[in-house]
């Protein structure tokens, strides 16, 4: 009988997994029991350890539920779910990706270019625009905006009881130019969810829970790429030190003051107000 | 602003937890991100790949609960616990550990040397016995053998509403001999759950989901260290391949039938029965 050893253990598990009809999901399987493998080996991890991080998978099971996935935040703050992003963006340019995020609701209400979405909410009034285009620069009409933010509270509509279905929150069609327009108000940064293992685990590593203020935005097309993303604040003071590492150099640009009334009328937006100026690139499929 | 790339935000992920206070917890958690970030890249995780991996761990956590925890069961099936006991059994010789398993139960009821579990159980006899030593082969009295096991069915008591509670479980203290026995039923191989997803996981890597039978023992003694090991039977059919990897050379032993009608009578049970002989080696403190 073969002896189980540290050194052979691991080949035994992919040996038993020789049966994977699935390649690729033998490919896989077979890299994520090596690397476990190896940290396990690596750090020598104790069997009170061990108690541990099956104690933090429980919790976080525990913890979730139709409207909360701790997982997801999990991955999202060890920097993993940025990294399959990275790994998944368009090779050719176009629009960087980057986290979904727990707070995307699929059918958000669908209103016009131009449309006001800051109804009687508080903050900044803050006018968003820009052009949806082709790797070539040409316009696409009748691309989808899906766009969600928090609320001034910090708080996105579907974690606040207190903020009306569908605050903040559209979609928007494109018109023939690939223009889109909304007026909004300015998001801000906030702290994702500490009450729960991922609160622990940040809290253990000596991290804060902020991240910089950004405008969630799926964009999608016929013939195209869809592209998930977010528009940063270049100015936050957490832009550099985002909690989920979803900030990419070029989705932090200028939340941009203007004072100026006459801008603020053509907009039909009270004075001052901000301006957001930001166009997306999608790949051809 | 530094961009995040594939290149560097292991680093800034690594760098982000630099201020953990716990030394062992940094190096812990440092080498976990690099691992699972390695393994990311290696595999160029897709999207979906990267949401079948959290729609797995949002599942095994809404199947489990305070008697099931099928983490455990997927580090089981991925050799990760039996490669944490390997790493933890004491190098200075002594009786292996083996996976605790899903099954223990703290508090099993007591009983004599000597004492028959067998009651009304259908199943083969058998008759257990040993000494507990420490490495020096002094005899340990009353140390702590703590025994549970499957019934006829493959069942354990707790997974199995049918048998009566405490059934094929007990603690024992050993003799001043530092000897222990008992008459029990033969052990048989059996699968570990796979109605849920480690069930799925297994069938799409083509495996079985049997063990071959065995005793589990969590054996304790003052001013020793406890060990938990399961003591195999092996002409099993399954002894090497065992789904959770637990199976040590060391502990794969002769489950021998006797028909000696003397010796049956000897040990108060019916004939033919299984005699399995085996000497638990504790380390001092």
Same mark, same amino acid.
């Given at each position: 009988?073969?002896?189980?050893?540290?050194?052979?253990?691991?080949?035994?598990?992919?040996?038993?997994?020789?049966?994977?009809?699935?390649?690729?999901?033998?490919?896989?399987?077979?890299?994520?029991?090596?690397?476990?493998?190896?940290?396990?080996?690596?750090?020598?991890?104790?069997? $009170?350890? !061990?108690? %541990? #991080?099956?104690?933090? +998978? @429980?919790?976080?099971?525990?913890?979730?539920? /139709?409207?909360? *996935?701790?997982?997801?935040?999990?991955?999202?703050?060890?920097?993993?779910?940025?990294?399959?992003?990275?790994?998944?963006?368009?090779?050719?340019?176009?629009?960087?990706?980057?986290?979904?995020?727990?707070?995307?609701?699929?059918?958000?209400?669908?209103?016009?270019?131009?449309?006001?979405?800051?109804?009687?909410?508080?903050?900044?009034?803050?006018?968003?625009?820009?052009?949806?285009?082709?790797?070539?620069?040409?316009?696409?009409?009748?691309?989808?905006? $899906?766009? !969600?933010? %928090? #609320?001034?509270?910090? +708080? @996105?509509?579907?974690?606040?009881?207190?903020? /009306?279905?569908? *605050?903040?929150?559209?979609?928007?069609?494109?018109?023939?130019?690939?223009?889109?327009?909304?007026?909004?108000?300015?998001?801000?940064?906030?702290?994702?969810?500490?009450?729960?293992?991922?609160?622990?685990?940040?809290?253990?590593?000596?991290?804060?829970?902020?991240?910089?203020?950004?405008?969630?935005?799926?964009?999608?097309?016929?013939?195209?790429?869809?592209?998930?993303?977010?528009?940063?604040?270049?100015?936050?003071?957490?832009?550099?030190?985002?909690?989920?590492?979803?900030?990419?150099?070029?989705?932090?640009?200028?939340?941009?003051?203007?004072?100026?009334?006459?801008?603020?009328?053509?907009?039909?937006?009270?004075?001052?107000?901000?301006?957001?100026?930001?166009?997306?690139?999608?790949?051809?499929?």
């Amino acid at each position: 009988m073969k002896n189980l050893t540290e050194g052979n253990i691991t080949d035994a598990v992919i040996k038993a997994i020789e049966g994977t009809q699935d390649a690729r999901a033998k490919e896989v399987m077979t890299s994520l029991i090596r690397h476990l493998h190896s940290f396990v080996k690596e750090v020598q991890l104790t069997q $009170d350890e !061990w108690e %541990t #991080a099956i104690d933090y +998978l @429980y919790n976080t099971g525990q913890i979730s539920g /139709p409207t909360r *996935n701790e997982f997801v935040l999990t991955s999202d703050t060890l920097g993993i779910s940025s990294l399959v992003d990275i790994i998944n963006s368009n090779p050719d340019g176009g629009t960087e990706a980057s986290v979904l995020g727990p707070f995307y609701i699929e059918g958000s209400k669908m209103v016009e270019v131009g449309a006001d979405l800051i109804g009687d909410s508080e903050g900044e009034p803050t006018v968003v625009s820009g052009t949806v285009r082709t790797l070539g620069g040409e316009p696409i009409a009748d691309a989808m905006i $899906d766009l !969600w933010q %928090t #609320a001034a509270n910090g +708080l @996105y509509e579907n974690q606040d009881p207190e903020q /009306p279905e569908n *605050n903040l929150r559209c979609r928007m069609l494109t018109n023939e130019d690939g223009y889109y327009q909304f007026s909004t108000i300015k998001p801000v940064s906030y702290k994702v969810p500490t009450d729960g293992p991922v609160g622990v685990m940040l809290n253990l590593q000596g991290r804060h829970a902020w991240r910089p203020s950004h405008l969630h935005f799926k964009v999608s097309a016929d013939g195209h790429r869809n592209v998930i993303t977010e528009v940063f604040d270049e100015a936050d003071e957490y832009i550099e030190e985002d909690a989920v590492f979803g900030v990419r150099k070029s989705l932090a640009i200028p939340y941009t003051k203007i004072s100026e009334p006459s801008e603020a009328e053509r907009f039909g937006v009270p004075s001052p107000f901000y301006r957001v100026e930001f166009d997306f690139e999608l790949e051809a499929l």
